[in-house]
């Protein structure tokens, strides 16, 4: 690397560049000595990398902004070129709707007007062209309010900017600012409150009229700071101002003017106004203009009480913009993330935004992974502070687990036992030994559950008993080890029968290397009209698999070859739930074998996606939603706990979702080949025709045409292009068709999952009368599981250890242990997964919602599905 472009990269930071300073002043003083020495050979080059380094390390933007001043003093055409540039590169980003391009862009204009480089009025100008398009689209009549989300974007990165140059701006343009601030008030007052209903953490607690508890959303919270920060001076300790050591300087450079910007049209509002229509545009302006952080307060606000209460945002945008802009590089991105411009200590922050994004719904921005190994690393880089910070939220996550969202359940689940992984799976056990007398649906105790099974996953059985050597007894909550149960083995000793012996033939067969034709022969002329169904699917199947139980690949490789033989026995979906059941059966005690089982055998089309759905609302796997991950009947050995239950649905969904994402891209791609194919093919036959009404002599006569040999190449081609156009054509169409059978086959399914969540839940909810809100679900009177005085006390822990009350973290009141019966569980928990599966395919229900209102969310449905399935989807009740 060049060493300007070093120097531009590592400024500010401790590094070797810059030697042992750390001053800010020297970094820019050293850094604009060499690139004023390099302007004259790479001016292209560093007008580039500078713009780069502005958007993709933010943190930095002030110093780079007060570099810029400083090289407008020596080279003003340079800098005029890079405001220029810096236009264009916003223009573009404001038509693609680049949301974080606009954003950083933004701070870097305002980083440039504090350094004397824009002046100040055309900074007001981009904001009032932002503003105004904002308050343009909630208008209901001359805009479109569906796209909300937009214009709440818009007003957000104008705010965002106020805390690096609102002191600014205030002192040389006061009447121009001002009348900002009085713009963005009549916004807020304008537009709707933004609902972060089917988005938030933890489940909203209702009053008595089902409305939730109405707070400030994000952009409401964020104008209450700026106004907090206006009221104090604009006085802010966490963002820089190298731009104040240079300002003798800075006062004599030239301001340069902003070129003018435009915001794009946003899409005109549906020509009959209706509920569906209204939240269909709403879904794809919220997927455009994502909400960049919804908060996660988990430790309480004495942590960090050395903060202004915009000190929270500014630290907040920092570790997002680390975490966006270093994504792909986890080491660099925890040394930025311990290492920010701020005079105060933000560990307890750190963490709260670092979880917030990885919890995040719909979606977190970046794959789970990626944050478990920034948590590490910052665990790595802050030994002596981190990882308590880390356990604390934790525990406090542990404490609020009954009410955190399934889906975030889930991923703090996988996300915490791939943690312990990393650090010899230590955890202090004993504290949560109490859950083994919570009953088994309570959430807690279905927590330990899960994560000491997924920790057996990524070790082994023996490893994680010896983990929880200090809490023994939770021993109980291990999976079993993973050992396949075939029925028809030789080796133990069960009373053999006459499947025994035609799972010998079959297994002799398949290690003679018999073909699966030859197989089905045997199946249907032997086994089947002597045995009947049941028996010749349990010998064919349990065989199989025992026989690709070795490995993955062995399992592949009879899946490949013997594939036939189990969709000739299973050619319909009852026989497909038959067969699911039979995997389960074989692979009882290791759950996630099973899943990967159904899933190939869903991929090779020997299971459809219905059965599957089919299955999961069985009645043996109904009563098993609420209870834990891995919560084994031995006296019923058929059963699969519900979190591998709705898994293996999740799969199924997910198949079906992702293949109709690959035919959407193939079917973009292809049209693109038949635009270029009818192109060339027009061309050709424009050139054939133009040579063929030539006049050309030939044996001194005139003959129409040009000359015979290029005549016929022409032909040659012309054939060749229409064909090629042809054959494109009909790849395309062929693939439209698979598009549109696969979108009925989803219509279909989502049909049939909602359905079958409608008709359980109605079984098992009670009246609406009884329960219209989940607060009152919560309280219908059940056995409360309630202890003595003395034992509830000895339960108890001390604040400093963080360890929880029993009683107050499963919702029950200090004499209960958890006073939520086993049937309001089970409601409380399958409306989660309802509202989680709702809302992770939101994209995908939407199309179909009037067939899903018309089939399933009838005027009878209960009140809680229904909110449910709205929530998930983000749709208004009302």
Same mark, same amino acid.
């Given at each position: 690397?060049?060493?300007?472009?070093?120097l531009?990269?590592?400024?500010?930071?401790?590094?070797?560049?810059?030697?042992?300073s750390?001053?800010?002043?020297?970094?820019?003083?050293?850094?604009?000595?060499?690139?004023?020495?390099?302007?004259e050979?790479?001016? /292209?080059?560093i007008?580039?990398?500078?713009?780069?380094?502005?958007?993709?390390?933010?943190?930095?933007v002030?110093l780079?902004?007060?570099?810029?001043?400083?090289?407008?003093?020596?080279?003003?055409?340079?800098?005029?070129?890079?405001v220029?540039n810096t236009?264009?590169?916003?223009?573009?980003?404001?038509n693609?709707?680049?949301?974080?391009?606009i954003?950083?862009?933004?701070?870097? $204009?305002t980083?440039m007007?504090?350094? &004397?480089v824009?002046?100040?009025?055309?900074?007001?100008?981009?904001?009032?062209?932002?503003? =105004?398009?904002?308050a343009?689209?909630?208008?209901e009549e001359?805009?479109?309010?569906?796209?909300?989300?937009c @214009?709440?974007?818009?007003?957000?990165?104008?705010?965002?900017c106020?805390?690096?140059?609102?002191?600014?701006?205030t002192?040389?343009?006061?009447?121009e600012?001002?009348?900002?601030?009085?713009?963005?008030?009549?916004?807020?007052?304008?537009?709707r409150?933004a609902?972060d209903?089917g988005? =938030?953490f933890?489940?909203?607690?209702?009053?008595?009229?089902?409305?939730?508890?109405?707070?400030?959303?994000?952009?409401?919270d964020?104008?209450?700071?700026?106004?907090?920060?206006?009221?104090?001076?604009?006085?802010?300790d966490?963002?820089p101002?190298?731009?104040?050591?240079?300002?003798?300087?800075?006062?004599?450079?030239?301001?340069?003017?902003?070129?003018?910007?435009?915001?794009?049209?946003?899409?005109?509002?549906?020509?009959t106004?209706s509920?569906?229509?209204?939240?269909?545009q709403?879904h794809?302006?919220?997927?455009?203009?994502?909400?960049?952080?919804?908060?996660?307060n988990?430790?309480?606000t =004495?942590k =960090?009480?050395?903060?202004?209460?915009?000190?929270? #945002?500014?630290?907040?945008?920092?570790?997002?913009?680390?975490?966006? #802009?270093?994504n792909?590089?986890?080491?660099e991105?925890?040394?930025?993330?311990?290492?920010?411009?701020?005079? #105060?200590?933000?560990?307890?922050?750190?963490?709260?935004?670092?979880?917030?994004?990885?919890?995040?719904?719909?979606?977190?921005?970046?794959?789970?992974?990626y944050?478990?190994?920034? +948590?590490?690393? *910052?665990?790595?880089?802050?030994?002596g502070?981190?990882?308590?910070?880390v @356990?604390?939220?934790?525990?406090?996550?542990? !404490?609020k687990i009954?009410?955190?969202?399934?889906?975030?359940?889930?991923?703090f689940?996988?996300?915490?036992?791939?943690?312990?992984?990393?650090?010899?799976?230590?955890?202090?056990?004993?504290?949560?030994?109490?859950? *083994?007398?919570?009953?088994?649906?309570?959430?807690?105790r279905?927590?330990?559950?899960?994560?000491?099974e997924?920790e057996?996953?990524?070790?082994?059985w023996?490893?994680?008993?010896?983990?929880?050597?200090?809490?023994?007894?939770?021993?109980?909550l291990l999976?079993? &080890?993973?050992s396949?149960?075939?029925?028809?083995?030789?080796?133990d000793d069960?009373?053999?029968?006459e499947?025994?012996?035609?799972? @010998?033939?079959?297994?002799s067969?398949?290690?003679?290397?018999?073909?699966?034709?030859e197989?089905?022969v045997?199946?249907e002329?032997?086994?089947?009209?002597?045995?009947? *169904?049941?028996?010749?699917?349990?010998?064919?199947?349990?065989?199989?698999?025992?026989?690709?139980?070795?490995?993955?690949?062995?399992? +592949?490789?009879?899946?490949?070859?013997?594939?036939?033989v189990?969709?000739?026995?299973?050619?319909?979906q009852?026989?497909?739930?038959m067969?699911?059941?039979?995997?389960?059966?074989?692979?009882?005690?290791?759950?996630?074998i099973?899943?990967?089982?159904?899933?190939?055998?869903?991929?090779?089309?020997?299971?459809s996606?219905?059965? +599957?759905v089919?299955?999961?609302?069985?009645?043996?796997?109904?009563?098993?939603?609420?209870?834990?991950d891995?919560?084994?009947?031995f006296?019923?050995?058929?059963?699969?706990?519900?979190?591998?239950?709705?898994?293996?649905?999740?799969?199924?969904?997910?198949?079906?979702? /992702?293949?109709?994402?690959?035919?959407?891209?193939? +079917?973009?791609? *292809?049209?693109?080949?038949?635009?270029?194919?009818? !192109?060339?093919?027009?061309?050709?036959?424009?050139?054939?025709e133009?040579?063929?009404? &030539?006049l050309?002599?030939?044996?001194?006569?005139?003959?129409?045409?040009?000359?015979?040999?290029r005549?016929t190449r022409?032909?040659l081609?012309?054939e060749?292009?229409?064909?090629?156009?042809v054959?494109?054509?009909?790849?395309?169409?062929?693939?439209?068709?698979?598009?549109?059978?696969?979108?009925?086959?989803?219509?279909?399914?989502?049909?049939?999952?909602?359905?079958?969540?409608?008709?359980?839940?109605?079984?098992?909810?009670?009246?609406?009368?009884? @329960?219209?809100?989940?607060?009152?679900?919560?309280?219908?009177?059940?056995d409360?599981?309630a202890?003595?005085?003395?034992?509830?006390?000895?339960?108890? $822990?001390?604040?400093?250890?963080?360890?929880?009350?029993?009683s107050?973290?499963?919702?029950?009141?200090?004499n209960?242990?958890y006073?939520?019966?086993?049937?309001?569980?089970w409601?409380?928990t399958?409306?989660g997964?309802?509202k989680a599966?709702?809302?992770?395919?939101?994209?995908?229900?939407?199309?179909h919602?009037?067939?899903?209102?018309?089939?399933?969310l009838?005027?009878?449905?209960?009140p809680?599905?229904?909110?449910?399935?709205?929530?998930?989807?983000?749709?208004p009740?009302?």
């Amino acid at each position: 690397m060049s060493s300007w472009k070093s120097l531009l990269l590592r400024i500010g930071d401790k590094c070797p560049e810059y030697g042992t300073s750390g001053d800010f002043k020297d970094h820019i003083e050293t850094c604009f000595g060499v690139l004023r020495r390099e302007l004259e050979h790479s001016a /292209n080059d560093i007008l580039s990398y500078l713009l780069q380094c502005a958007q993709q390390i933010p943190h930095k933007v002030p110093l780079y902004g007060t570099l810029v001043g400083l090289l407008n003093l020596e080279n003003e055409d340079f800098v005029k070129k890079l405001v220029e540039n810096t236009q264009t590169t916003f223009q573009d980003a404001l038509n693609s709707g680049n949301c974080d391009q606009i954003r950083t862009l933004m701070r870097f $204009l305002t980083a440039m007007m504090c350094s &004397k480089v824009l002046q100040p009025a055309s900074l007001v100008v981009v904001f009032e062209t932002l503003l =105004s398009s904002a308050a343009t689209t909630v208008d209901e009549e001359k805009g479109n309010p569906s796209w909300q989300a937009c @214009a709440d974007f818009y007003v957000t990165c104008i705010l965002s900017c106020l805390p690096w140059g609102g002191a600014e701006l205030t002192e040389q343009v006061p009447e121009e600012i001002e009348r900002v601030m009085v713009g963005l008030e009549a916004y807020l007052s304008i537009r709707r409150h933004a609902s972060d209903t089917g988005l =938030s953490f933890f489940e909203e607690e209702e009053d008595e009229s089902g409305k939730g508890v109405v707070e400030k959303d994000f952009l409401e919270d964020l104008w209450e700071r700026i106004q907090t920060l206006s009221n104090n001076g604009w006085k802010v300790d966490s963002v820089p101002r190298p731009h104040l050591s240079f300002e003798a300087q800075l006062v004599s450079g030239k301001s340069h003017e902003f070129g003018a910007i435009s915001c794009p049209e946003q899409p005109n509002p549906p020509s009959t106004f209706s509920g569906i229509a209204y939240g269909k545009q709403k879904h794809e302006a919220d997927l455009k203009y994502p909400q960049r952080i919804c908060r996660l307060n988990i430790f309480p606000t =004495s942590k =960090s009480e050395d903060m202004q209460p915009i000190d929270r #945002f500014i630290v907040e945008e920092y570790l997002l913009d680390v975490l966006l #802009f270093f994504n792909g590089c986890r080491k660099e991105c925890a040394s930025f993330m311990v290492s920010l411009p701020v005079p #105060f200590r933000y560990e307890y922050l750190m963490a709260e935004t670092i979880f917030s994004q990885l919890l995040l719904l719909p979606q977190p921005p970046f794959k789970p992974i990626y944050y478990t190994l920034v +948590i590490m690393d *910052l665990c790595k880089a802050l030994p002596g502070a981190f990882p308590a910070v880390v @356990a604390g939220a934790v525990r406090a996550l542990f !404490e609020k687990i009954a009410d955190l969202d399934m889906e975030c359940r889930t991923r703090f689940i996988l996300w915490f036992s791939h943690h312990l992984s990393n650090f010899q799976f230590i955890w202090p056990w004993e504290e949560w030994a109490y859950v *083994l007398e919570l009953p088994k649906w309570a959430p807690q105790r279905v927590f330990v559950q899960e994560v000491l099974e997924r920790e057996v996953r990524l070790s082994y059985w023996d490893k994680i008993k010896q983990s929880i050597e200090n809490a023994p007894a939770l021993e109980e909550l291990l999976p079993p &080890k993973g050992s396949p149960d075939f029925k028809y083995s030789v080796e133990d000793d069960r009373e053999k029968n006459e499947g025994h012996t035609l799972s @010998a033939e079959l297994t002799s067969k398949v290690k003679g290397r018999q073909s699966a034709r030859e197989i089905i022969v045997w199946v249907e002329e032997s086994v089947y009209p002597v045995h009947g *169904l049941e028996v010749t699917l349990s010998v064919v199947l349990q065989t199989l698999l025992d026989i690709g139980s070795k490995s993955f690949t062995h399992l +592949i490789t009879v899946l490949e070859r013997y594939g036939q033989v189990i969709s000739r026995i299973c050619p319909d979906q009852d026989r497909q739930v038959m067969l699911i059941a039979e995997v389960n059966s074989y692979w009882k005690n290791n759950a996630q074998i099973t899943a990967i089982a159904i899933d190939r055998m869903m991929g090779y089309r020997l299971i459809s996606n219905l059965a +599957i759905v089919r299955w999961v609302f069985s009645p043996a796997n109904i009563d098993q939603f609420h209870t834990s991950d891995r919560l084994w009947e031995f006296n019923l050995p058929f059963l699969i706990p519900s979190f591998q239950t709705l898994q293996i649905l999740r799969n199924a969904v997910s198949k079906t979702y /992702n293949r109709i994402c690959d035919l959407r891209k193939e +079917i973009a791609s *292809l049209k693109k080949d038949v635009a270029l194919a009818e !192109e060339a093919a027009a061309k050709a036959k424009a050139d054939l025709e133009v040579a063929e009404s &030539k006049l050309t002599l030939v044996d001194g006569e005139p003959v129409l045409g040009e000359n015979p040999s290029r005549t016929t190449r022409l032909k040659l081609q012309a054939e060749k292009t229409k064909k090629e156009e042809v054959s494109a054509q009909e790849s395309l169409e062929a693939k439209e068709a698979l598009f549109a059978r696969a979108v009925d086959e989803n219509e279909a399914l989502f049909l049939s999952l909602y359905k079958s969540f409608s008709t359980v839940l109605s079984e098992r909810l009670p009246d609406a009368s009884r @329960a219209g809100t989940l607060r009152e679900l919560k309280s219908v009177p059940a056995d409360a599981m309630a202890v003595d005085p003395e034992e509830s006390s000895a339960m108890d $822990l001390d604040n400093e250890n963080r360890r929880p009350k029993i009683s107050q973290l499963n919702g029950g009141n200090p004499n209960d242990v958890y006073n939520i019966g086993e049937k309001e569980q089970w409601c409380l928990t399958t409306l989660g997964y309802v509202k989680a599966f709702s809302r992770q395919y939101a994209s995908e229900i939407w199309p179909h919602i009037e067939k899903l209102d018309m089939e399933v969310l009838t005027e009878d449905v209960h009140p809680l599905f229904r909110r449910a399935v709205y929530s998930g989807l983000r749709r208004p009740i009302n």
